[in-house]
């Protein structure tokens, strides 16, 4: 990742109310970044139109479904702990559930309002 692009992300996270949260040369997943044609900046901006919050993690993984890498974000709601997956080479919403690894406090079924 070049200087030019490290800036660009920065003001585009900042942008998002996020510069809090790790920078693409930081992140796990991120050697992978050169096959995703979707910034984590852009799956960022995807995930947070998918379901309001704020992102507590993030990652870049090779994973079956879609194109075969995504990124994977937790997104704390207030009804809760989200996780939405976003495909790394077409920006499509591969994921959103209820993440119940991080023992968000959920209902059985209780999902439905879609954030």
């Known amino acids: 990742m070049n200087k030019l692009q490290s800036i660009t992300l920065a003001v585009g ?3 998002l109310g996020t510069a809090g949260i790790a920078t ?3 992140f796990p997943g991120s050697q992978l970044s050169p096959q995703a044609k979707v ?3 852009q799956a960022r901006g ?3 139109h998918t379901v309001r919050g704020t992102i507590v993690s993030q990652e870049l993984e090779k ?3 879609g194109s075969g890498l995504r990124y994977s974000f937790d997104v ?3 009804h809760g702990v989200r996780e939405v997956g ?3 080479k077409t920006g499509a919403v591969l994921e959103n ?3 119940n690894a991080t023992g968000a406090d959920e209902a059985p079924g209780g999902e439905g309002d879609g954030g």
Do not use: C, F, P, R
């Open 13 to 15: 996270m900042a942008a």
């Open 24 to 26: 693409a040369a930081s």
């Open 39 to 41: 910034s984590l900046t």
């Open 46 to 48: 995807i995930a947070l």
């Open 63 to 65: 994973e079956n479904g």
């Open 76 to 78: 704390k709601t207030a």
């Open 86 to 88: 976003v495909d790394a």
């Open 97 to 99: 559930s209820a993440d």
